[in-house]
């Protein structure tokens, strides 16, 4: 088939039409940011402990020691899921006999909390935890529902680029947008943990979908020039910006179906958008089409200063035929076995520690608010910073050095004096930081590395390991419950470990992008690999798109 950026080269790089996508589908990802994060806020456990119910007949002295104490952090406070046996202290305070003096607090019985649990609501007047008092002995529900939400994730990372291939890329975007914002919605009507989980895996489904299908249209669209700045810039600071919208919203909306219904109404908005956001032509193409993508050029090209060709795509030429791949592919030689093994251990744990640190912050010293949107914040310098360095240095190298510096500023938090609260949270924002970076960069990476037979293939499976490592995340969060340090160990022992993976991949900047697999870069070790002529004169920026997670 004629290659669609010759053929439409008359068009230009950056003309209005182009400017209009590149924005308008950026736009269409912002909602994307707070729906993926959201769960920070629907499913925040504030502090609590056993209710005693005001008709019991208990004197006020009573009444303060009716909990026994636990160690937290270095201080005493009240234990969230026990208290002293109710009808033993009642009758103790009938007698008159005072605790501490009389009775040994020590020596009392206690029980579990049947009148359940009263909330602190200082920070949130409502979560799902509060709604279906998923603490004690069901909290272990809370890191299940955002595993959930990323299994979603998982199973539409499976379908969306099908479902696109086969339906068209404009279709699947906006239906996949109703099914995030739909589902997000009916989720305020959730009568049970249960119903509201089941929801929260479609949302997580049309969340991913609608990600990856508007990343899919605007690099069919776009020219090669603007496709690393959209796929960079574009789709990951809107990304961003989404995600510095949620603690906005969550700070003046501090019940969860009220926070739910106000999230809904950004994607709502997004619909009018199906009037100005066209079709792939290189989709239509593909399906023999050729009416409609010529339809297409003359309005991309009635505002700019070109002319159209009466003929653009010509319907006598048939696509060529690509050789068929399978997954086995990826482990066909013990070289490209080795290396694909090596990026799914690097996909699965970069995606540990960036959603681990992403779904922490409430858990950080000082406001959980102001804790969120820095997060989101500093990942909009980390792009940037990824952006360019892959410009210009070896990507081993560079994806390493931000994996060491983001390990290595996570295991010193440990250090940190429980004072010091201001550093510690300084620290986890840097650490952000060097992950975000690095997770940006693996998309390109991969891709340079792999030959084009199964190009495509390789980037699918080792982002899938991605989705399994956000599935894991939840938990490392949990186990801070039981020591605040341990997630901070855990993330920057394994973030320096795959920051030592990556020393051993063979380099893939500057080199020819390989098309079959005897091409394929060699395991050098530590070594860099040799530039040919060829590749210095061709390829000084490889011909790759750079994408987000």
């Not at 399994?468 to 470990?497: C, D, E, H, K, Q």
Request: hydrophobic share 45%.
């Amino acid at each position: 088939m004629q290659d669609y950026d010759e053929v439409t080269a008359f068009l230009g790089e950056w003309g209005l039409f182009q400017r209009l996508i590149f924005f308008l589908l950026s736009a269409s990802i912002i909602p994307n940011g707070f729906n993926g994060m959201s769960v920070v806020f629907l499913a925040g456990t504030p502090e609590h402990h056993c209710r005693v119910p005001d008709t019991a007949n208990l004197s006020s002295v009573w009444r303060n020691h009716s909990l026994p104490l636990q160690l937290q952090d270095g201080r005493e406070v009240p234990h969230r899921c026990r208290r002293y046996r109710l009808a033993t202290i009642v009758n103790f305070s009938a007698l008159g006999l005072e605790p501490g003096r009389d009775v040994d607090l020590e020596q009392l019985e206690q029980e579990g909390c049947l009148d359940g649990w009263e909330f602190n609501q200082d920070i949130y007047l409502s979560t799902i935890v509060t709604e279906w008092s998923l603490v004690c002995e069901d909290d272990w529900k809370t890191p299940l529902t955002t595993s959930l939400f990323f299994v979603g994730v998982l199973l539409g990372s499976f379908v969306s680029g099908q479902l696109s291939d086969r339906f068209g890329r404009k279709t699947i975007l906006f239906a996949t947008m109703a099914v995030q914002t739909g589902f997000s919605f009916l989720q305020i009507f959730s009568i049970n943990w249960e119903m509201f989980t089941m929801l929260f895996v479609i949302v997580g489904m049309g969340q991913i979908s609608n990600y990856v299908v508007a990343f899919i249209l605007g690099t069919e669209i776009l020219g090669k020039s603007v496709r690393i700045l959209f796929s960079t810039l574009g789709v990951c600071t809107c990304f961003a910006v989404g995600y510095m919208l949620l603690p906005l919203f969550a700070y003046f909306i501090r019940d969860w179906r009220m926070l739910l219904l106000a999230l809904t109404v950004p994607g709502v908005l997004c619909f009018p958008l199906w009037w100005f956001i066209p079709e792939s032509p290189r989709w239509l193409i593909s399906q023999r089409r050729f009416r409609e993508a010529e339809d297409i050029i003359p309005k991309s090209c009635k505002n700019e200063q070109c002319s159209c060709p009466v003929v653009v795509f010509d319907p006598e030429l048939s696509p060529v035929k690509q050789q068929k791949v399978f997954i086995l592919d990826l482990f066909r030689t013990r070289n490209i076995g080795t290396i694909t093994i090596m990026f799914l251990l690097l996909w699965m744990l970069t995606s540990v520690g960036y959603f681990a640190l992403s779904l922490n912050t409430p858990n950080l010293h000082g406001d959980a608010y102001l804790n969120c949107f820095f997060s989101a914040l500093i990942e909009v310098p980390a792009y940037i910073t990824a952006w360019l360095l892959l410009r210009t240095l070896p990507r081993r190298y560079i994806i390493s050095g931000v994996l060491f510096l983001g390990g290595g500023v996570l295991l010193l938090i440990q250090l940190v004096p429980a004072d010091y609260n201001f550093l510690s949270i300084g620290l986890a924002m840097l650490g952000k930081f060097g992950i975000t970076s690095a997770f940006s960069m693996l998309y390109v990476f991969t891709a340079e590395l792999y030959p084009t037979l199964v190009r495509n293939m390789a980037v699918g499976v080792t982002s899938m390991a991605s989705r399994v490592g956000s599935i894991i995340a939840p938990y490392f969060v949990y186990l801070g419950a039981y020591n605040r340090v341990l997630p901070y160990i855990l993330m920057g022992s394994l973030t320096v470990l795959i920051g030592i993976i990556t020393l051993l991949f063979p380099e893939s900047f500057g080199m020819t992008l390989p098309e079959t697999l005897e091409q394929m870069q060699k395991m050098k070790w530590f070594r860099y690999g040799k530039k040919t002529k060829d590749s210095m004169e061709k390829e000084e920026n490889p011909k790759v798109l750079i994408t987000s997670f």
